[in-house]
């Protein structure tokens, strides 16, 4: 059984920044970042290797933001740069522990003009 807690969501102003917090009840080999908006699936927006720190990153957000974890703590992070209108949706924190996946509960973000 796993538990991921999330924070960091909120208000903020297109081209601004926030920083996603993801933590975990024990170590997970891979985690990673799906977001959701209104009429949209939900996609993929960034993952990680927590042993290989290998990356992968949504076409829509490289270069713009970035994944990290703090192995330690059992925490993955998303740092959003240059935040945009389509940016906004409910953003999910993912473990993967084959089989089986856990989600978190989700945190809002929303980027506003």
């Known amino acids: 059984q796993v538990q991921l807690v999330e924070s960091g969501g909120g208000l903020v102003q297109a081209g601004g920044s926030l920083r996603l917090s993801c933590a975990a009840s024990?170590?997970?080999?891979?985690m990673g970042w799906y977001r959701q908006a209104p009429g949209k699936q939900r996609e993929l927006v960034a993952a990680i290797n927590s042993i290989t720190g290998s990356t992968n990153y949504a076409d829509s957000v490289k270069g713009r933001f970035s994944i990290s974890r703090d192995n330690a703590k059992n925490t993955v992070y998303l740092q959003m740069n240059s935040l945009k209108l389509e940016d906004t949706a409910v953003y999910y924190c993912?473990?993967?522990?084959?089989?089986?996946?856990?989600w978190g509960q989700g945190t809002q973000v929303t980027v506003s003009s």
């Open positions: 993912r473990a993967g522990i084959p089989p089986s996946i856990y």
């Open positions: 024990r170590n997970i080999f891979s």
